[in-house]
T-cell receptor, first 112, second 115 residues
Framework: AQSVTQLDSQVPVFEEAPVELRCNYS??????LFWYVQYPNQGLQLLLK??????LVKGINGFEAEFNKSQTSFHLRKPSVHISDTAEYFC??????????FGSGTRLLVRP | GAGVSQTPSNKVTEKGKYVELRCDPI?????LYWYRQSLGQGPEFLIY????????DSGLPNDRFFAVRPEGSVSTLKIQRTERGDSAVYLC?????????????FGPGTRLTVT
């Protein structure tokens, strides 16, 4: 069965600094990878997804992620964060079934 | 347009009671999913509907949990004889079709607290 690991439960960072949120998944023949963001008291919102093609994926709000098959990773990055980026971020994988399998989440805390 | 809506937003119930949680998917979306998010965890899959039928209910934890989607639109998640361990946020999502390429759009969730 597929699994997703987000090793960092919380990442504190100062405003305008770069950030990387780590995600590793268990290996499979083919996977589809996603990053979702969850703001307080709101539903999950899709940031970006990797289905095929270019390994560098650009999403909304200036976020991007790189699919690395050899390292089974899909780390999320942003070159300069804002206070408004403070939220919970979830990495997810989808294999041959239709369900999403989520990691435990990383709380990004942006400080002024 | 309207997104996925869920009611109630919060539900407090006593141990042993029966609860129903409702999900209104985006109009025209044929696929509907239920997930459960416990405190400090990521969402976990419960059940998936394609149209009116449950295509995959492998995530339902036990037979106290049941979900229906009688007309292929609104879905209700039903929990019998609730236990304190059922306390969580229950998320609903819908997608245009069950294709691997279609994005799942999530509702805000129902926070269930069993006392």
């Amino acid at each position: 069965a597929q699994s997703v690991t987000q090793l960092d439960s919380q990442v504190p960072v100062f405003e305008e600094a770069p950030v990387e949120l780590r995600c590793n998944y268990s290996s499979s023949v083919s996977v589809y990878l996603f990053w979702y963001v969850q703001y307080p008291n709101q539903g999950l919102q899709l940031l970006l997804k990797y289905l095929s093609g270019s390994t560098l994926v650009k999403g909304i709000n200036g976020f991007e992620a790189e699919f690395n098959k050899s390292q089974t990773s899909f780390h999320l990055r942003k070159p300069s964060v804002h206070i408004s980026d403070t939220a919970e971020y979830f990495c997810a994988v989808r294999d041959s079934s239709y369900k999403l399998i989520f990691g435990s989440g990383t709380r990004l805390l942006v400080r002024p | 347009g309207a997104g996925v809506s869920q009611t109630p937003s919060n539900k407090v119930t006593e141990k042993g009671k029966y609860v129903e949680l409702r999900c209104d998917p985006i109009s025209g979306h044929t696929a509907l999913y239920w997930y459960r998010q416990s405190l400090g965890q990521g969402p976990e899959f419960l059940i998936y509907f394609q149209g009116t039928g449950a295509a995959d209910d492998s995530g339902l934890p036990n037979d106290r949990f049941f979900a229906v989607r009688p007309e292929g639109s609104v879905s209700t998640l039903k929990i019998q004889r609730t236990e304190r361990g059922d306390s969580a946020v229950y998320l609903c999502a819908s997608s245009l079709r069950s294709s691997m390429l279609n994005e799942q759009y999530f509702g805000p969730g129902t926070r269930l607290t069993v006392t």
